[in-house]
């Protein structure tokens, strides 16, 4: 077993794999001491490690939508995101996931830069707030990352309808955490899967 990060923030548990197919790991996320990934820790490494060097290549300033935050706590400033979620679009699978990555990363800022300029300003909030949207094996939760007072937040959020205790359905969790903490780890985690970036 090995442990990147600190499970009271976020960390990546890496298990003994217990699964006999190739490319397949057995890594469990943890974040806030709560194991996020539970319905699926058993990711296709080379697409795990490419959504995950996707991460690593986005802005973390997250400035981009400041104005809309200024006078909202951190609380608020994850409800106003959340707001702006396309409910119909959220959490629903894309035939073309299952397309094989590319070796190209393309980070989460890019790909904004490629939806049409036309449309409400609303509408690229949560898309551009985006994290770990990691494939099947993050498909249980949604998280987003946020600046509030220069600071960065985590946060994270059980949308299925089978999730327990039910009370926390759709209810929004968030730390405080360093920019240089979650960089690290996140390339500390492709480093161990080095074969696969």
Known sequence: MKLIGD??????????????????????????????N???????????????KGDLG???SLNRFQDYFDRLSPGETLDFIDSTADVEDENIEDEEDDIPPSDEIISPNEILDFIDNTGDIEDKI?????????????DNFSSLLFRHDGN????YSFWREHHR?????????????E????????????????EYA
Do not use: G
């Open 7 to 36: 499970k009271s923030l976020l960390a990546f548990e890496i298990l003994p794999n217990d699964c006999d197919a190739p490319r397949i790991a057995h890594i469990r996320i943890w974040a806030n001491n709560r194991h996020l």
């Open 38 to 52: 539970y319905e699926d820790s058993h990711p296709y490494l080379p697409s795990f490690i490419w959504s995950v």
């Open 58 to 60: 986005r802005d973390f």
């Open 126 to 138: 949560y898309p551009y707030h985006m994290f770990m949207d990691w494939a099947e094996t993050t």
């Open 152 to 155: 960065l937040y985590l946060s």
């Open 165 to 177: 205790p039910q009370e926390e359905i759709n209810k929004w969790f968030f730390i405080q955490i």
């Open 179 to 194: 920019e240089d903490y979650l960089v690290s780890i996140l390339k500390e985690l492709v480093q161990h899967f080095k």
